[in-house]
């Protein structure tokens, strides 16, 4: 039951995405994206269609099944119906040819390392981390519950759990929801088989979407590197935690991914887009200061570029998560209490407090270094491949990246002025989240940086001959001779 709830899902997902998007070469690549794609954005699809029923139904597995099997049914038949339209619409990036095959396997040695790191680190602590089973698991549990207690999952009374606020049972839904989901399906509510699956899935996801993504836009090589920096770094070690960072991280790099595919030649990929915005939101509270800020990016790349139809489809996309999450979060949701009492005043004054800035950029610096040792570093890497392969400056101008680029270091920013600010104690929570919050940004980072760096097929396209001069009239000594040395030349 747990293979046929995650199925499900990706089904709905690899539709939504099939539906949308034309057929890409290379046919892996295409492949790749949309199987990665339908196993987040089905989560995040079919985890809003079990908290609406719990809502408006109540808690019942048979609506479950009716309503996500309708779903499924629904998208069958609206990628039937299409599949003519979407004969037509086959994208060919002019990307450089060439396959780099020395490039395979130590990629595919190093996932294979991760996949049993991943499954070493799942069996010596199934349940997961510490805000695994007291935030999000826990809540799942209620959700999961087949009678009103199933509100418990955001209830005031959590706060009380564990220390003020530590459950924090204002926080989205779609990794509970998911979990509740799976649990409902199975009957098994608290088993480990779905939480583990979940945080593989989308540790799995992840790397599919930056690779597929990285082919599809650029070129082969240069997204079988983007997964050799991201598995080389620490992102697969907080994926087997069971926390909501990964998924978060997914979230953002799908959406800044889909954007660059739209702006392309598939408009409609816009609001898949949109649609990732959305669920990075109803994932985590960071979700919502992404959310904010890459809709003010989109708007001001549609409208400065003239292109209101891509924003429309962006804003279809991303309107029923973000409506489900402001509804929660503001009607449903209770107040954790944090940041409840901070004035201005106190606001202004941690504002300027010049040991505080120290503090936090000693801790970047820290949690910097310690994503990976020696050349393995992300930042290092990176800077390696761009001095040898040189930025592409025609496509960090253009007008998507800048909209791209902008958002991912207006969050970034969002987040320290978050730290600056803290009423908790800022040593605290610097040590218990920094390092978390450094997966939310590593693989859009890669992504992007990548998308704008030359290709190695690129830079190994030989020169033409320089042209030969022709010989001077009357010099027709040992004529023949010269001519074969010239072919063979």
């Not at 200061?289 to 991303?318: E, H, P, S």
Request: proline share 5%; charged share 15%; glycine share 6%.
């Amino acid at each position: 039951m747990l293979l046929l709830a995650v199925l499900v899902s990706t089904a709905v997902g690899y539709l939504l995405a099939s539906i949308l998007l034309p057929v890409y070469k290379p046919a892996w690549a295409d492949l790749l994206l949309k199987t990665s794609l339908g196993i987040g954005l089905g989560m995040g699809i079919t985890s809003c269609f079990f908290f609406l029923d719990r809502l408006v139904i109540g808690p019942s597995s048979a609506v479950s099944f009716v309503t996500e099997f309708l779903l499924l049914a629904a998208a069958v038949s609206a990628f039937w119906f299409t599949r003519d339209a979407r004969a037509q619409r086959t994208a060919a990036y002019a990307n450089p040819r060439g396959i780099l095959w020395w490039l395979l396997p130590p990629f595919l040695a190093v996932l294979a390392l991760s996949v049993f790191l991943f499954i070493n680190s799942t069996a010596s602590n199934p349940y997961g981390a510490w805000d695994a089973w007291a935030i999000w698991n826990q809540r799942a549990k209620f959700l999961a519950q087949p009678d009103a207690s199933w509100r418990r999952a955001f209830s005031p009374l959590l706060n009380e759990v564990a220390g003020a606020g530590a459950t924090h049972p204002d926080y989205p839904m779609l990794l509970s929801g998911y979990i509740a989901r799976c649990w409902s399906w199975t009957g098994a509510i608290g088993d480990v088989a779905a939480p583990i699956a979940v945080a593989a899935l989308f540790s799995a996801a992840t790397i599919g979407v930056l690779v597929s993504a990285l082919a599809i836009v650029r070129a082969w090589s240069l997204a079988i590197l983007g997964g050799l920096i991201l598995l080389s770094t620490a992102f697969l070690v907080v994926g087997p935690w069971q926390y909501a960072d990964v998924p978060v991280g997914y979230f953002y790099l799908s959406s800044f991914a889909l954007l660059l595919i739209a702006d392309a030649n598939a408009e409609p990929a816009f609001c898949l887009s949109g649609l990732a915005m959305g669920f990075a939101a109803w994932t985590k509270n960071e979700g919502l200061l992404f959310a904010l800020l890459a809709a003010v990016a989109m708007t001001a790349y549609a409208l400065t570029n003239r292109r209101r139809k891509a924003l429309l489809w962006f804003a279809a996309g991303a309107l029923v998560p973000l409506a489900i999450t402001f509804s929660f979060r503001f009607a449903m949701a209770p107040e954790t209490g944090t940041y409840a009492h901070v004035s201005f005043a106190d606001v202004a004054h941690r504002a300027v407090d010049g040991s505080r800035y120290l503090r936090i950029v000693k801790s970047l610096w820290v949690e910097s270094v310690d994503q990976g040792a020696g050349l393995a570093n992300p930042v290092i890497s990176i800077g390696l491949l761009m001095a040898f392969l040189k930025m592409a400056s025609a496509r960090l101008r253009q007008p998507v990246t800048i909209a791209a680029l902008g958002t991912l270091l207006a969050v970034f920013a969002g987040y320290l002025f978050t730290y600056l600010i803290t009423p908790l104690d800022l040593k605290w929570h610097l040590d218990t989240s920094l390092y978390r919050l450094f997966v939310h940004f590593w693989p859009s980072f890669i992504f992007l940086l990548l998308s704008v760096s030359r290709a190695a097929e690129e830079t190994a396209i030989e020169a033409p001959a320089p042209a030969r001069s022709e010989p001077a009239a009357g010099k027709t000594k040992r004529k023949g001779r010269s001519e074969s040395a010239a072919r063979r030349s």
